[in-house]
């Protein structure tokens, strides 16, 4: 069926789908890391292009392309280009796109290791960064140097909440010729669509949202248009970055129920957001959806939906939140978000504790920043266990 015109429910459970021999009517996994040849020249013919079969995993693989096909029609790219992690998907996308002496503008509040892996490694290979808070589009265009190459957005950005402009992004990058990355993993494709707001290249972890399951880590990027792609997939490739089928095959499974589990995620997510902005004990909260959040008009304007991603602090500070995080018995106290269960964590010392306390203060990732991760239980429940543990403090 041509799925062009058809809506994204669909898309999500048809994308991508393949017919093979035995009339499988889902994707099966390719557990297999090489490809039979059907004679020395079709193997030639692979290799020189000439023929799209398979060859070997790390280059392509039945299961794999399946979900790349289904993850770049949600985000109306050309091209998906699967990955072992999410963080596999952002160095690839650095190591296409940047050569020494190129320079990369950055959200400041972005994922811990996507601003320190710049800092840290590709420094080594006199890559320059900037990291500024790309909600002030004036920031942006200060940091714009001769040698800037990419502009990368996180949007909203882990775990500040700050939501950046990328249809104004998309103008500044096109002006002076950077290409335009997004990071939208809190959204996903169906609350926001940054290649039709003018991005070049989206990227993922699936490992959140898109899975949903939090059994599996993966990323995926996705480009607009054939050359980027081209390039990207180079590196995937040659980097070895590569999804394993197994993986592939339970992020398919995942992703046919993304926008169910997004809509209950979000639907919990406005409760626990009204709950928390009205308890006594809380100081602030950031939340896309609630009126008070500075960004509100943006967010309503470019998201099709505020996600489940709030971040909040507690008029005691953080030994506050520290009580709050051991209190809780339903909220799951770990790293990561986007799934169909509640996570509650502290970045100041988990997941953004690689960034310096100067950086963090800077991006706003202050210490008494708690994030909290809606899951898809009951919205009572989930706001009983949050008030139970605010009235331990
Ligand atoms: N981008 C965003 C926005 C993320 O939140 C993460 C991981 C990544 C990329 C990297 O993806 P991964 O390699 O882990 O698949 N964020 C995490 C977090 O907030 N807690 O644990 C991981």
Redesign the pocket.
């Known amino acids: 069926m041509d799925l062009k015109y058809a809506g994204f429910d669909t898309k999500l459970i048809h994308a991508g789908e393949i017919e093979d021999q035995f009339g499988s009517a889902t994707v099966p996994i390719y557990q297999t890391s090489t490809f039979r040849f059907k004679n020395a020249q079709h193997g030639a013919d692979c290799f020189s292009g000439a023929s799209d079969g398979y060859i070997y995993t790390r280059i392509g693989n039945p299961t794999i392309h399946a979900l790349e096909q289904n993850i770049a029609a949600l985000e109306n790219g050309f091209g998906g280009i699967a990955t072992g ?6 160095t690839t996308v650095y190591m296409a796109l940047l050569n020494g002496g190129d320079h990369i503008i950055s959200t400041d509040a ?5 601003r320190g892996v710049l800092e840290q490694d590709f420094t080594r290979f006199h890559v320059e960064a900037s990291f500024v808070n790309t909600a002030d589009l004036d920031e942006i265009k200060k940091a714009i140097r001769p040698n800037s190459k990419v502009l990368y957005i ?1 949007t909203p ?3 500040t909440m700050q939501i950046t402009d990328l249809v104004a992004c998309a103008k500044i990058a096109k002006e002076h010729g950077l290409v335009l990355v997004v ?1 939208n ?2 959204c996903t494709p169906y609350l926001q669509k940054p290649l039709d707001l003018g991005a070049d290249v989206v ?6 949202f898109i899975n949903g399951h939090a059994d599996i ?3 995926i990027i996705v480009t607009k248009e054939a050359a980027l792609y081209k390039k990207i997939r180079h590196c995937m490739v040659y980097m070895g970055c590569n999804m394993d089928p197994h993986q592939a095959y339970l992020v398919l499974r995942g992703v046919k129920t993304l926008s169910l589990r997004v809509d209950r995620n979000q639907e919990n997510a406005v409760k626990v957001a009204d709950f928390l902005e009205s308890h006594p004990k809380v100081a602030w909260i950031k939340y896309p959806g609630l009126k008070s959040h500075p960004q509100y008009e943006l967010a309503k304007r470019q998201m099709m939906g505020a996600g489940s991603m709030i971040s909040f602090g507690l008029t005691g500070g953080f030994e506050a939140g520290k009580k709050l995080m051991d209190n809780v018995h339903l909220a799951v106290l770990a ?3 986007g799934g169909v269960e509640t996570l509650i ?1 502290h ?1 100041a010392s ?2 953004h504790a690689g960034v310096s306390k100067e950086n963090k203060e800077q991006a706003g990732i202050t210490d008494d920043l708690v ?1 909290f991760s809606v899951g898809i239980e009951n919205a009572e429940d989930i706001i009983g266990d949050l008030k139970q543990a605010l009235d331990k403090i």
């Open positions: 992690s999410g963080m596999g998907a952002i972005v994922y811990g290791p996507a996180e950005a882990n775990p990071d993993t809190f990227l993922h972890s699936v490992t959140k880590v993966g990323g790293v990561s978000l964590q970045p988990m997941t994030r």
